[in-house]
């Protein structure tokens, strides 16, 4: 339901604009967050299923491939703003995960991943997805959770950019982040129009 909101001339700063107003409220985020979280959620089922062990000799299936990247949730969690500090934990190409845990224990809502050469570098200056996650956080705040985000590195990626973005796509078609560009369709994210 896209409404036009009409500001009032009086009262409203001169910058403001005529965007639609987004129909927000907390059934409508927590709806979102458990379609997203219920797809992640047999993700990491499946990966438990698939981990490697011994195996039949003359078993007629094969063994399922295993994913070369380990659950992000076992990566050491940091705060956004990592790369300010004065030495960052991690350098190098690495594969970076974005999570929302405002939802409780066991609920941990993958919402970005993204891969770099420069895993201390990445977030300086303009990233898109900094621009989801502040309107994600608004939202949160509108609907009365508490945004609870933090950033995971695996830096055992590979160094070759064309290697690490293959990488990189089959963890997005796998977790299917709703912040990558190749996932916001199928989520319709509620809190931003783009």
């Not at 698939?50 to 076992?74: D, H, K, M, T, W």
């Not at 985000?149 to 299917?176: G, M």
């Amino acid at each position: 339901m896209n409404r036009i909101h009409q500001p009032n001339l009086f009262t409203a700063p001169a910058s403001c604009s005529s965007e639609p107003e987004l129909a927000l409220n907390p059934e409508v985020l927590r709806a979102w967050q458990t379609r997203v979280l219920l797809h992640q959620q047999q993700q990491y089922q499946q990966q438990q299923e698939c981990q490697p062990g011994q195996y039949q000799l003359f078993e007629l299936e094969i063994a399922p491939a295993r994913n070369p990247v380990p659950n992000p949730l076992l990566l050491p969690a940091q705060h956004l703003h990592f790369w300010r500090w004065p030495q960052p934990p991690q350098r190098g190409a690495a594969l970076y995960f974005v999570y929302d845990h405002s939802l409780g224990a066991a609920n941990d809502l993958l919402l970005y991943l993204g891969e770099t050469g420069c895993a201390d570098r990445r977030w300086k200056g303009e990233h898109d997805c900094k621009a989801y996650l502040a309107a994600y956080g608004e939202g949160l705040v509108r609907c009365g959770q508490k945004a609870q985000l933090s950033i995971r590195f695996w830096c055992d990626a590979p160094s070759s950019t064309r290697a690490r973005r293959q990488v990189e796509q089959e963890q997005i078609r796998l977790w299917q982040p709703p912040f990558n560009k190749e996932c916001r369709q199928r989520w319709q994210t509620p809190f931003q129009n783009s």
